[in-house]
């Protein structure tokens, strides 16, 4: 059983950073998949970025490359997503989820079992 609750969503103006934290509990943190996804209004919930249970790979979607960070530190239970460079279309609500026991960093959303519930990150124009 893993619990997770995101922090650090806000209202940013364009070109802003944020640093998006993802709180895990349960003893099996360290072997799980975490990944980022957001949602728009009237929007699917699209892949952002995900880290490998070590930290040591990481897979991020088109927008996210360039200009979002994830990383991890399991001895702390925590997972983040620096985001620099932000857009208006970076609005959104950011979950962060969690899959135990697989190698693949997957990036579609049935692929992860365990979800937050979301933080709001708006960035205005």
């Known amino acids: 059983q893993v619990q997770l609750v995101e922090s650090g969503g806000g209202l940013v103006q364009a070109g802003g950073s944020l640093r998006l934290s993802c709180a895990a509990s349960g003893p099996t943190f360290s072997n799980c998949v975490v990944g980022w996804f957001r949602q728009a209004p009237g929007k699917e919930r699209e892949f952002v970025a995900a880290?490998?249970?070590?930290?040591?790979?990481?897979n991020y979607g088109e927008d996210a490359k360039g200009r979002f960070t994830i990383s991890r530190d399991n001895a702390k239970n925590t997972a983040y997503l620096q985001m620099n460079s932000l857009k208006p279309d970076d609005t959104a609500i950011y979950y962060c989820?969690?899959?135990?026991?697989?190698?693949?960093?997957?990036?579609?959303?049935?692929?992860?079992?365990?979800w937050g519930q979301g933080t709001q990150v708006t960035v205005s124009s």
């Open positions: 989820a969690a899959q135990p026991g697989i190698y693949r960093i997957p990036s579609r959303r049935f692929e992860y079992y365990y």
């Open positions: 880290i490998s249970g070590d930290g040591g790979r990481t």
